[in-house]
T-cell receptor, first 115, second 112 residues
Framework: GAGVSQSPSNKVTEKGKDVELRCDPISGHTALYWYRQSLGQGLEFLIYFQGNSAPDKSGLPSDRFSAERTGGSVSTLTIQRTQQEDSAVYLC?????????????FGNGTRLTVT | KNEVEQSPQNLTAQEGEFITINCSYSVGISALHWLQQHPGGGIVSLFMLSSGKKKHGRLIATINIQEKHSSLHITASHPRDSAVYICAVRSRNGGATNKLIFGTGTLLAVQP
């Protein structure tokens, strides 16, 4: 596709359930990033992939959060046993390379609401 | 103290005014991004800078690496420029980390 695609665009789930969020980066982009934006808060880094490996997982808030990337393309962010504080917009971005001078392209995000 | 500070946090302008948003950072960086987020919308990357100045239409971004400061300027502002503008830096710490550190954003409202 032309841009970074995220699905679903909205997700409402009950506390304690698991959710999976998907990101399809731009074809050929080797670097993929997950961020989240809580209501009224700034953007928060979660995890970064270079190809299929994740050199930096430092932003994952707890062990309930995990992410994987397969085939150097699609990435899935999984949140287990969701809590209300997990409610946020989860954003994915990709760039052509991991180098600092590669422009970022953002998806439209997945709005997660945990009730 | 945040590693990336933006000012002002909120800005209201009249249509046609020249607008400046500032970003200061305290870490070594490999690049600085200016991002735009419309209410309820996605994030668009406006500029990526590692030195000097870039211009795109009515938008101008400058960076001073020595002073660790960047500015985003909007000339002849228009109500459609109303959005949150976010400064983000890609830290240069010598390792594999390539994450962005975000400012808290500047909410701009341009009134007709």
């Amino acid at each position: 596709g032309a841009g970074v695609s995220q699905s679903p665009s909205n997700k409402v789930t009950e506390k304690g359930k698991d959710v999976e969020l998907r990101c399809d980066p731009i074809s050929g982009h080797t670097a993929l990033y997950w961020y989240r934006q809580s209501l009224g808060q700034g953007l928060e880094f979660l995890i970064y992939f270079q190809g299929n490996s994740a050199p930096d997982k430092s932003g994952l808030p707890s062990d309930r959060f995990s992410a994987e990337r397969t085939g150097g393309s699609v990435s899935t962010l999984t949140i287990q046993r969701t809590q209300q504080e997990d409610s946020a917009v989860y954003l994915c971005a990709s760039s052509l390379a991991w180098r600092g001078n590669s422009p970022l392209h953002f998806g439209n995000g997945t709005r997660l609401t945990v009730t | 103290k945040n590693e990336v500070e933006q000012s002002p946090q909120n800005l209201t302008a009249q249509e046609g005014e020249f607008i400046t948003i500032n970003c200061s950072y305290s870490v070594g960086i490999s690049a600085l991004h200016w991002l735009q987020q419309h209410p309820g919308g996605g994030i668009v990357s406006l500029f990526m800078l590692s030195s000097g100045k870039k211009k795109h239409g009515r938008l101008i971004a400058t960076i001073n690496i020595q002073e660790k400061h960047s500015s985003l300027h909007i000339t002849a502002s228009h109500p459609r420029d109303s959005a949150v503008y976010i400064c983000a830096v890609r830290s240069r710490n010598g390792g594999a980390t390539n994450k962005l550190i975000f400012g808290t954003g500047t909410l701009l409202a341009v009134q007709p």
